[in-house]
């Protein structure tokens, strides 16, 4: 039995026009595992061609164990998110990927950062504070971003500025988004609490 897509939850706009990150958690079939990483793949490919799109990320289950995998897809707004999920390309994707998930966990729009935030396994959205992940952040950004400039820095001395701060956030980023702020997170979720 297919279970159908949970209806997107509308969030106000976000003041300013902030990022929004699309996290969705869906229970894959036993079995399913290398149908739906084909799918995912041509999720990632239609998503790249978007206007707006920021990027997108995979979290899957342990190697060997069906699980959940987690899709997080940033966008620079709200309206750019919303484009995706009204799309006649994300409805046919939805529908070829209906018989390979047991389950949909949860559907969340997230502005800025929040997606770091929010525990794995939980069934709504529930951040902490504010001025907590805005310290977490900073207390884990600081040495990695000094780490990569110590780094790098001697090997990109002769390149523009511009071309050196892109080639530091193209280390930053990914690092910060799938080593390092999982894990600080988990180390701080009693304190992270709201």
Do not use: C, N
Not at 113 to 119: D, G, I, Q, R
């Amino acid at each position: 039995m297919t279970h159908p897509a949970p209806p997107s939850a509308t969030l106000p706009e976000a003041p300013g026009g902030d990022p929004v990150s699309l996290v969705v958690r869906r229970r894959i079939r036993r079995g399913a595992e290398a149908q739906y990483e084909a799918r995912l793949s041509e999720a990632s490919a239609q998503l790249a061609r978007l206007p707006g799109h920021i990027g997108t990320g995979i979290l899957r289950p342990p190697p060997g164990e069906a699980g959940v995998y987690t899709m997080i897809a940033r966008f620079d707004s709200f309206a750019s998110a919303a484009a995706w999920e009204l799309s006649p390309e994300r409805a046919l994707w939805l529908e070829h990927i209906g018989p390979l998930v047991d389950e949909h966990v949860s559907f969340e729009k997230q502005p800025g950062l929040e997606f770091w935030f929010t525990p794995a396994a939980a069934p709504t959205l529930r951040q902490p504070p504010r001025w907590k992940m805005t310290l977490l952040t900073i207390g884990v950004l600081y040495p990695v971003s000094l780490s990569v400039t110590l780094l790098l820095a001697p090997h990109l001395l002769s390149w523009p500025l511009p071309l050196r701060a892109l080639a530091q956030s193209l280390v930053i980023v990914p690092a910060m988004t799938y080593a390092f702020m999982p894990l600080a997170t988990r180390a701080a979720a009693r304190w992270l609490r709201p």
